[in-house]
């Protein structure tokens, strides 16, 4: 069976097919809000979206909008009901992007691990398969490798293509505000590989 895990608080889902967020600065549209929260926020966006012009944009690699364009919404649909229609299974953890993940969602992913099938095929993702998606894929590994180093996992998830999650910055340039959350996730994947090795 195929799983897709989807780590984003932020708002998305389909508009007439094509793959729609909402955008907040720093990618934190819903920071603060609850897992219920932020789907009811996503929920309603969608539902209320159908039938009306929307003003929709791309995003430069500055995250500015560019060349925005207002499209008539005649559907629109959550990437669950897309995952599920193509009889896949859709796991949906709300994670604030940047930082390391909530207590509670890192419980519901270890007991979602536990619970799958020997041959399940995982796909993980958050917005831009860098820092979320990493984070999970290195406490997957764990799980999954409890006899190989930290370091080894860290670096088999970095050559992959993802972050460095314990990457430590020795001092934050000006304008560096994701520091202190780099630092928060060096420390908090140790303590969830000691965790792992203790159970």
């Known amino acids: 069976p195929i799983y897709v895990v989807d780590f984003r608080q932020e708002s998305h889902g389909l508009f007439n097919g094509h793959a729609v967020s909402w955008y907040g600065e720093r990618d934190w549209g819903n920071v603060g809000k609850t897992r219920q929260e932020a789907l009811q926020d996503e929920n309603q966006r969608l539902r209320q979206a159908k039938g009306k012009h929307i003003l929709m944009a791309k995003l430069d690699k500055k995250k500015m909008p560019v060349n925005p364009q207002r499209n008539k919404i005649e559907t629109a649909m959550s990437e669950q009901q897309l995952v599920e229609s193509a009889g ?14 909530a207590a509670e969602n890192i419980e519901a992913f270890v007991d979602f691990v536990r ?8 796909h993980f993702h958050c917005q831009a398969g860098k820092g979320r998606t990493t984070a999970y894929m290195v406490m997957y590994d764990i799980m999954k490798n409890p006899e190989v180093s930290l370091g080894d996992i860290l670096s088999r998830q970095y050559l992959l293509g993802g972050a460095y999650v314990a990457y430590e910055s020795k001092k934050a340039a000006p304008g560096q505000w994701k520091a202190d959350y780099y630092h928060q996730k060096a420390r908090m994947i140790e303590k969830f590989y000691g965790y792992v090795q203790e159970n």
Do not use: I, K, N, S
């Open 88 to 101: 896949w299974h859709y796991l949906r953890l709300t994670d604030t992007d940047h930082v390391w993940p």
């Open 115 to 122: 619970t799958l099938p020997q041959e399940a095929w995982l």
